[in-house]
């Protein structure tokens, strides 16, 4: 069992009441390569995970069940774009 402080990435903290809602898809390969350059921690049941190539960008939700993973996207959109998306995940700003 990992503790919190051993926790090397970051954790998504609790929605505010004002948050923005995103719309989560089903995976649909829109990219020909993405690469994943930021992720929360794996210590949580959902792990997001910020996914970029060719100058666009989408954020991967993965739900970890028992013994099976549920997967939704974002849509792809411009890299500035999803980053600041990705701020606002962190913050509880959006979910």
């Known amino acids: 069992m990992i503790t919190l402080d051993e926790c090397l990435s970051p954790h998504v903290v609790m929605a505010q009441r004002d ?22 921690c794996f210590c949580r049941a959902t792990v997001y995970e910020l996914c970029e190539g060719g100058g666009r960008a989408f954020i991967r ?30 913050s509880g700003r959006a979910r």
């Open 19 to 40: 948050h923005a809602r995103l719309e989560w898809r089903k995976p649909y390969p829109v990219l020909a390569r993405v690469r994943s350059v930021a992720w929360t």
């Open 61 to 90: 939700r993965t739900i970890q069940l028992d013994g099976r993973h549920e997967v939704h996207e974002t849509s792809v959109s411009s890299i500035h774009e999803v980053r600041a998306i990705w701020t606002a995940l962190l």
